[in-house]
């Protein structure tokens, strides 16, 4: 295939500025269907806020963002705090914003090995478990591109490798580019195809 029509994103030239501060500098990347790129770099890089850019969902100073036509992302966030007295099910939680059928939960939820949660409170979960139906939801849009911030957030070491392990069989399997972001370079080197480092600019 083409590495034009496998391009999903691509950024050049990036910069933003929140008043006196310089959140972006020049930054530019490509993100290509079966590629895991991740975002490197420290709390206050601009990692978060160069995903939103690269999603429309803030507009930079200047530079180019180019999105393949009616890109469909899976995002799943980096906190998400439910009280455990909470009456949210897994089950609620995958039809908030869609209206999948009990056929699509099931598969979805046995795709990331979750397929015995369907019904258990999520406020209850590990915080292995939270992410792993937290993936179960973003899969249910059946995206090109899946975003993940800080996806082994509250996770033990043994379920952080298997994770990334299901990150990366999820991407063989579907083909989808995957974008991550992460403060951890040695954990995820191995798990990806590419990386941009962000530095706090001076």
């Not at 399997?173 to 370079?185: A, E, K, T």
Request: proline content about 4%; overall charge negative; hydrophobic content about 40%.
């Amino acid at each position: 295939m083409n590495d034009a029509r496998r391009n999903l994103v691509t950024a050049a030239n990036l910069y933003l500025r929140f008043g006196e501060t310089t959140i972006l500098h020049n930054v530019g990347l490509d993100i290509s269907a079966g590629e895991i790129l991740t975002l490197i770099g420290p709390n206050g890089a601009g990692k978060t806020t160069l995903v939103r850019v690269l999603l429309g969902l803030i507009k930079s100073d200047s530079g180019e963002v180019h999105r393949k036509e009616g890109l469909t992302v899976g995002y799943v966030p980096q906190i998400f705090a439910v009280d455990p007295s909470f009456p949210l099910t897994v089950r609620r939680l995958l039809s908030l914003t869609q209206k999948p059928s009990q056929k699509q939960m099931n598969e979805s939820l046995k795709e990331v090995g979750a397929g015995n949660l369907l019904d258990y409170p999520v406020g209850t979960l590990s915080g292995g478990e939270r992410q792993r139906v937290l993936l179960a939801r973003a899969l249910l849009r059946n995206p090109e591109l899946l975003v993940l911030d800080e996806p082994i957030q509250n996770v033990d070491m043994t379920g952080q490798t298997e994770l990334y392990d299901l990150i990366t069989q999820i991407r063989d399997n579907r083909g989808c580019g995957v974008l991550m972001i992460s403060h951890d370079l040695h954990l995820v080197m191995e798990f990806s195809d590419d990386m941009l480092i962000l530095g706090i600019p001076q």
